[in-house]
């Protein structure tokens, strides 16, 4: 990706393989500090953005871990837009909803004390930019975890800070992407720097890339896709699969214990197990970090494909990076093996979702008089 002019400037928080900054580089912004604490999504992060944002490398502002006492806050370069997809652990519906008294459940309390730091730095001297706009990710069930109490906590707190809040679920699906996945996105304005009294969030985008901001159309006019779009050639995936020596095809063992499971969890009678897709799928389900240890979320059939076997085969990398929007197949390239691939894509955000909310927060927000 080329660089582009700067209009705004903003921070990356917990942020992963870079969703965020795609999507914000793409509208014109421009990364001034970004913070991830896990070795090998670092090193996919600067693999790709050593070149288009060499400053936050050169300049000591690619920090690790936010909770670190030597970091001063005050010292963060002053930003536009705050971007944070904190860590979901906590609030996840397969967590262990521990949520706030969880200590990582505290990082919200990280990101208020970076906009608090802001805030205070301009009560002393008005060139200290305020950031005037949040954005922030989580999964789906945020909003109802602890009985609705910590999304309160979340929303009353950035209130007290003198933001505005807008908060909706968003699918995936309705942006381009193959994939059922919904997360919660909040974006929260600061009011005396932003007049403003609502956001209108985007819920996909049609077949000419037009938003539709009427959620109960998305269904019907959300651009249509499916599967096939993502998945690599038999041919292209033979060539990989010899050039790298492996295969992508689960093991026969894998295989019998996914049907053997499926049938016991049915005989109980729930739907767990794995679950299977092909060309024609409209979508498969959420990819998750957990995605590298069998699979069994996101299985591709390759029953009658010539020359595959008949077993299912889980998602080759450049498949995961593509399920989620990356630009895999321009510039975006996989530095770490494919275990580390599958958990930062699956911990990742979609990039057609985050380049859509974008747009909308610079022409509805930033722009806004
Ligand atoms: C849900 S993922 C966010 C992914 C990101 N939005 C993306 O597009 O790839 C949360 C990230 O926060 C990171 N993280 C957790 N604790 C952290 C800390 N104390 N400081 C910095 N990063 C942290 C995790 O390693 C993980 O990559």
Redesign the pocket.
Known sequence: MTKKKTDFKFIDL???????HIAMHEHGGKCVFA????KF?RKTYEHNFRNLSPEIFENGNFNE???DSKLDYSNIPDFDILCA?F??QPFSHAGLKKGFDDTRGT?FFNIKEIVRAKIEANNHNKKAVIPKVLLL?NVKGFKNHDKGNTFKVVVRTLNELGYEVAAEVLNSKHFGVPQNRERIFIVAWHRDSINKTHFKFPFGLNENNEVIFEKEKRDEEAKKICVGNILLKAKELDKLESRDQKTYTISEKLWSGHKRRRIKHAEKGNGFGYSLFNAKSPYTSTISARYYKDGSEILIEQKGIENRPERPRKLHPIEAARLQGYPIDTWYEIPVSDNQAYK?FG???SIPVVKTIASEIITQLLKAK
Not at 35 to 38: T, V
């Open positions: 917990f942020a992963g393989i870079g969703g965020f913070s991830e604490i896990d999504a871990d936010i909770t997809g860590p979901c990082l990710e930062q911990n990742s955000v």
